[in-house]
DNA sequence: CGGATGCCTTGACCGAGATCAAGTGGATGA
DNA sequence: TCATCCACTTGATCTCGGTCAAGGCATCCG
């Protein structure tokens, strides 16, 4: 196998995603009984975490690194219906079977939980479920917004939201902040950008050409990326660019 | 005010989405304390129920009808997001602000509670949490599901997916099941259809004249809908035709 | 060193779906 | 009975993004 186990290395109140995950809530009792059933998993950059279709055997949360959520069509055609970042939770509680992919696209760590004990633990542990409740409402409202961009937005529009969406969960993880210019590598390939976007590889290069041409962005190599103006970008992405940082 | 604001002159247990609805689990007990906080609204086909950014006072379950979640860009490109059948719920415990229209499609009537009282109840009556949280979770798969939909299908595909998805909910309200041919009434005009789509109505138009040319449909006017083979439009759908039909 | 390999860029061309425009048919109402 | 309106259909043309193809540029490895 080429991931590794750790038994807890860390305790809970060291984490560095403890106030953003789905034990934001929790109470110190809480805290003691996830620990109880947690363990560290990694994996390594490409590797599948879970199959479409097979079953769950845990659940859990994004420690670090970043994975994504795809679906795939017979012929091959695919679509990223998710992107899972650190603090994210990973799995279902109440169902058996995945429904998608869970790829890991950098290197990760996850915080896993065996699945049936934590539902377990869920039952009676209403702040686990009110964080969890809150945190489904909020990537439904992203599959939302998303719906938006692939529905009715151009691909320099795609682009522009996808960076800018990345820019701002980038400045919200970090301690940078949004006044002046951002900087952050992408954790994506350009076809895995134009798997989200629902593009083709070659027209996500074109157009990331294009915002780097008109000095929208501004590109070293081809990851390293500095936004000089976020309005700008905002306006490129057909956003409301009157504020409104909802991460 | 063109709306009617009922007193409860029905009982819970009599109501049609009693067993589905966000009290689906609830106690007698609890569906008392609902009882005490609920009251049917009616609104007209075309009324906007709700408007993106407004302070939401209220949450509820639909009773009968259809409606729409919708957002709409600044040059008036607009996406639907969602689609509200009876049972589903709508609004968003512990969120002060709509981020979508709410539109009605059709005449409906809600089951509503005053979103205070109703988050106070939530927070002791783990049921309805619980439940709430499952929809939010299944709407989530659905939402997930249209973003492949949106990012990688045809037109023709795209047209084949509603009208299976509309079929099969349809089938799942009404005694008829799914065997043998289905027949339905579109709810949607071609262009409410097109901003579910992505499209625009001329092509859902030619899509659907297609579609009939091709046998794979049947229309009588412009809303009634027979589908001879289910099969066959899921095959045109681009889904799996090997069934899992999970509503 | 030289050949692979992976990731990305760029060009030429094509086609699905958008856009613009005209027309149909049924319902409504004066 | 006729005008109006609305939802829809159909046609002609255009364009954005897809497809196919070639090449660039690191990195890895023999």
């Known amino acids: 196998m080429n991931f590794?186990?750790?038994?807890?290395?860390?305790?809970?109140?060291?984490?560095?995603?403890r106030h953003r995950?789905?034990?934001?809530?929790?109470?110190?009792?809480?805290?003691?009984a996830l620990e109880e059933i947690k363990y560290y998993r990694s994996f390594e950059a490409g590797q599948t975490i879970i199959w479409s279709g097979d079953q769950m055997s845990f659940v859990g949360s994004m420690v670090s690194g970043i994975a994504?959520?795809?679906?795939?069509?017979?012929?091959?055609r695919t679509q990223m219906v998710g992107l899972l970042l650190p603090s994210d939770f990973?799995?279902?509680?109440?169902?058996?079977?995945?429904?998608y992919d869970v790829v890991a696209t950098t290197d990760i760590v996850m915080c896993c939980f065996r699945?049936?004990?934590?539902?377990?633990?869920?039952?009676?542990?209403p702040h686990i479920a009110q964080r969890l409740l809150q945190m489904t409402l909020d990537e439904l409202d992203a599959a939302r917004e998303w719906m938006l961009v692939l529905g009715r937005k151009t691909a320099r529009e795609k682009i522009a939201s996808l960076l800018s969406i990345i820019a701002r969960r980038?400045?919200?993880?970090?301690?940078?902040?949004m006044s002046g210019p951002m900087v952050f590598d992408l954790p994506l390939t350009r076809e895995a950008m134009?798997?989200?976007?629902?593009?083709t590889?070659?027209?996500?290069?074109?157009?990331?050409?294009?915002?780097?041409?008109?000095?929208?962005?501004?590109?070293e190599g081809k990851r390293h990326v500095t936004i000089p103006d976020m309005g700008r970008l905002m306006e490129e992405a057909g956003d409301d660019t009157d504020g409104g940082f909802l991460v």
């Not at 699945?115 to 542990?125: R, V």
């Not at 134009?194 to 593009?199: E, F, K």
């Open 90 to 99: 990973v799995g279902r509680p109440g169902r058996d079977f995945a429904p």
């Open 68 to 76: 994504s959520l795809t679906q795939t069509m017979e012929d091959g």
């Open 170 to 177: 980038d400045a919200s993880l970090t301690k940078g902040g």
């Open 201 to 219: 590889l070659e027209t996500v290069s074109r157009q990331m050409s294009a915002l780097k041409r008109d000095g929208v962005i501004l590109l």
């Open 21 to 32: 995950a789905v034990c934001a809530h929790c109470d110190q009792d809480e805290l003691e």
């Open 115 to 125: 699945k049936k004990p934590f539902e377990e633990l869920m039952a009676h542990t």
């Open 194 to 199: 134009a798997d989200y976007l629902g593009l």
């Open 4 to 17: 590794q186990i750790h038994t807890d290395h860390s305790k809970c109140g060291d984490c560095p995603i």
